[in-house]
C-alpha cells in the first residue's frame, strides 16, 4: 500500500522557492565561509595580548546593526516588494564582500575596516533576513510552508557546517582574500536566482 505521507522535499518542488532555497545554500555557505574568514584575518591584524577583545569586537560589530536595524528591517519587508528588498540587501552584502577582498589583496593592515565592513554588511542582513522571511510564504501553497520552513532550516544548518570548512581550506591555500572573493561571487547566486523569480 501507498504511503500518503509528502516527500520530505515537497516544497522544492515549487520552482521559485527551489531558486531561492538553491541561491540561498550558496550564499549562506559563502556567508560563513566569510565569517570564519574575518575571525581569523583579525587575528592575525592584532597584537596577540588584544586578541580576545578584537575577536569579540567582530561579534558586537555583527550584533548592533542588527539590534538598530531590525524593527526598520520589518517595516520595509512588510510595505515594500520583498524580492526587490531581499535584491537590495544581497547586493549591499556583496559589495562588502568585494571591498574586503580588494583591500585584503592591497594588504589591509587594520582590523577597523575589517569591523566597518563586517558592520555594514550585518546591517544589510539586518533588512534582507525578515524580507525572506515574508517572501517565502508566498513561494509555496499554504500546506507545503511548513515544509519549506524545515528544508530551509536544513540549508542554514548544511552551510554553517561547509561554510566554515572551505573556508579553512581556502585560507590554506589561496590566503584570506580568496575568501571575500569567493563569498562575493557566491552572492550573485542568490541574485540571479532573485531575478529569475
Same mark, same amino acid.
Given at each position: ?93 556583496? $559589495?562588502?564582500?568585494? @571591498?574586503?577582498? &580588494?583591500?585584503?589583496?592591497?594588504? #589591509?593592515?587594520?582590523?577597523?575596516? =575589517?569591523? %566597518? *565592513? ?53 585560507? $590554506?591555500?589561496?590566503? @584570506?582574500?580568496? &575568501?571575500?572573493?569567493?563569498?562575493? #561571487?557566491?552572492?550573485?547566486?542568490? =541574485?540571479? %536566482? *532573485?531575478?529569475?523569480?
Amino acid at each position: 500500500m501507498a504511503s500518503d505521507r509528502p516527500s520530505p522535499f515537497v516544497a522544492l518542488q515549487h520552482r521559485n522557492f527551489r531558486l531561492l532555497w538553491a541561491g540561498q545554500l550558496i550564499s549562506f555557505a559563502g556567508s560563513m565561509m566569510q565569517t570564519a574568514a574575518i575571525l581569523w584575518h583579525v587575528s592575525l591584524l592584532v597584537p596577540a595580548g588584544q586578541r580576545a577583545i578584537a575577536l569579540g569586537m567582530v561579534g558586537l560589530v555583527r550584533l548592533l546593526p542588527i539590534v538598530f536595524f531590525s524593527i526598520a528591517g520589518g517595516a520595509v519587508a512588510d510595505a515594500w516588494d520583498r524580492r526587490r528588498v531581499m535584491l537590495c540587501a544581497q547586493t549591499a552584502m556583496g $559589495a562588502t564582500a568585494v @571591498v574586503l577582498a &580588494v583591500l585584503t589583496f592591497r594588504g #589591509l593592515d587594520d582590523a577597523w575596516a =575589517i569591523y %566597518a *565592513l563586517a558592520a555594514i554588511g550585518s546591517a544589510a542582513g539586518a533588512f534582507d533576513n525578515p524580507a525572506r522571511s515574508a517572501l517565502i510564504p508566498t513561494l509555496v501553497p499554504r500546506e507545503h510552508l511548513s515544509n519549506a520552513i524545515s528544508l530551509n532550516a536544513i540549508m542554514f544548518q548544511i552551510a554553517s557546517v561547509i561554510g566554515p570548512a572551505v573556508g579553512g581550506l581556502v585560507i $590554506a591555500m589561496l590566503g @584570506v582574500g580568496w &575568501v571575500y572573493a569567493l563569498n562575493a #561571487l557566491t552572492f550573485v547566486c542568490v =541574485i540571479v %536566482a *532573485l531575478l529569475m523569480m
